[in-house]
């Protein structure tokens, strides 16, 4: 289960480290094609969401990497699930329901990752 602990993390922080990075490189204007959500929110905000999401991305390896602080990962995987929470409600009332979908996918999968490190393969 450590095993796979690790491969969910690695791919949570590839994936959120990702978009965090696409949030603080480019200009609302430029995302709001893809992500039609960021109208509903200021630029600093997307900004502010992008820097949550490799701070997360981050959280989730580099702790357990280096032996530093490694009760930063579970805490980073609970960050994502108070995020994607956040991510579902802001689809839900602009009415894109197809987009819960990926959201409720990751929200189980940095959940089972906080489980798995404050319970029975912690640090």
């Not at 990702?18 to 995302?31: F, R, S, Y």
């Not at 929110?41 to 990497?65: C, H, N, T």
């Not at 959201?103 to 959940?111: E, F, H, I, K, R």
Request: charged fraction near 10%.
């Amino acid at each position: 289960m450590n095993v796979v602990l690790w491969i969910i993390a690695a791919l949570l922080a590839v994936a959120f480290g990702a978009a965090g990075l696409m949030k603080l490189t480019q200009p609302k204007e430029k995302l709001a094609p893809k992500m039609a959500y960021v109208e509903d929110f200021s630029g600093g905000a997307v900004k502010a969401i992008g820097a949550v999401e490799i701070l997360a991305a981050l959280g989730l390896v580099l702790p357990a990497v280096t032996g530093i602080a490694p009760v930063l990962v579970p805490l980073a995987a609970l960050g994502l699930v108070v995020v994607m929470i956040g991510a579902a409600v802001v689809h839900a009332r602009r009415g894109e329901n197809q987009l819960i979908v990926p959201n409720v996918v990751l929200l189980v999968l940095a959940a089972v990752v906080a489980w798995g490190r404050f319970g029975p393969y912690s640090f």
